[in-house]
T-cell receptor, first 111, second 110 residues
């Protein structure tokens, strides 16, 4: 696995707005995953997108993958204060390999 | 609740000391992963075990060691502790398509 790099490092928005976070990676992937971490807590898996998929939805989350640009984006629509957290991407790599995470995007949603 | 249990939740110790962090993976998971999270280094992969065998090594210091026991629980041993070892240590289990993280052990070295 390789390290994904999230962008921006920090994002502040108002409740109800959409939040977009980006992830870039360097080599070919099997899948790309997004995780959320509430302050000081363990990471929680949000969504996985396979390398042959271009877009995937889960509730208010929308993930896109552009393998030609080696990038992915996570869109959270109609943000809520409870979405305040850090978001990390990681490439799934081959089965059984460890996930390597980037430094994450810290999202603050104010009411 | 992820199903991954880590103990202790908090640990305060002095430089030069040794500590052991414990992790019980989710029922049925054979893999255990250890990560270190600090403000300056971010989330760093340390080491992975699969069914008792070391599978992959990341940025693990020589002062650190780990093992996975026959009952699949794992321990991370940190010795000759330095101030810079203060961090959150996470254990995760699962497969590469989805990891389940424990709540972490917060280590403070004074």
């Amino acid at each position: 696995s390789q390290q994904g790099e999230e962008d921006p490092q920090a994002l502040s928005i108002q409740e109800g707005e959409n939040a977009t976070m980006n992830c870039s990676y360097k080599t070919s992937i099997n899948n790309l995953q997004w995780y959320r971490q509430n302050s000081g807590r363990g990471l929680v898996h949000l969504i996985l997108i396979r390398s042959n998929e271009r877009e995937k939805h889960s509730g208010r989350l929308r993930v896109t993958l552009d393998t030609s640009k080696k990038s992915s984006s996570l869109l959270i629509t109609a943000s809520r204060a409870a979405d305040t957290a850090s978001y990390f991407c990681a490439d799934g790599g081959q089965a059984g390999t460890a996930l390597i995470f980037g430094k994450g995007t810290t999202l603050s949603v104010s009411s | 609740d992820s199903g991954v249990t880590q103990t202790p939740k908090h640990l305060i110790t002095a430089t030069g000391q040794r500590v052991t962090l414990r992790c019980s993976p989710r029922s049925g998971d054979l893999s255990v992963y250890w990560y270190q999270q600090s403000l300056d280094q971010g989330l760093q992969f340390l080491i992975q075990y699969y069914n008792g065998e070391e599978r992959a090594k990341g940025n693990i210091l020589e002062r650190f060691s780990a093992q996975q026991f026959p009952d699949l629980h794992s321990e991370l041993n940190l010795s000759s502790l330095e101030l810079g070892d203060s961090a959150l240590y996470f254990c995760a289990s699962g497969r590469s398509r989805e990891l389940f993280f424990g709540e972490g052990s917060r280590l403070t070295v004074l």
